[in-house]
């Protein structure tokens, strides 16, 4: 069983992802990404990690994410769902989501580009 996150380490997890995706906004050339992208949670029992809603700008990660030893995995998977929304951004959204241009992003970020993950 995993340790649950107390408030003070979830909102010093908060700021580590808010961090890194200022990081990949510069690796990507797009700087208003942190204030153009929204972060929401979804349930714990979602059978996603993630979905990118392009059309409202965002980005929604499984609450499960936030519990103690995920930490690799969350930023794995906003970074997945932030290339979705880059690539949608300057290719438009007739491209295949997990293509070239979104492995592009992934790559430029660190990622091996992968399209499904397994709880870790």
Not at 28 to 47: Q, V
């Amino acid at each position: 069983m995993r340790s649950q996150r107390t408030e003070a380490s979830i909102q010093s997890m908060l700021e580590c992802v808010f961090n890194k995706l200022k990081d990949w906004s510069v690796i990507w050339g797009y700087t208003l990404l942190p204030r153009t992208l929204n972060i929401e949670f979804i349930p714990a029992e979602d059978p996603d990690l993630g979905k990118c809603h392009f059309a409202s700008n965002t980005v929604f990660l499984n609450a499960s994410l936030l519990q103690s030893g995920k930490e690799s995995l969350l930023l794995e998977t906003l970074c997945h769902e932030a290339a979705h929304w880059m690539a949608f951004r300057r290719h438009g959204l007739g491209i295949e989501s997990h293509g070239p241009e979104w492995e592009a992003y992934m790559r430029k970020a660190g990622f091996e580009p992968r399209a499904h993950y397994h709880d870790q």
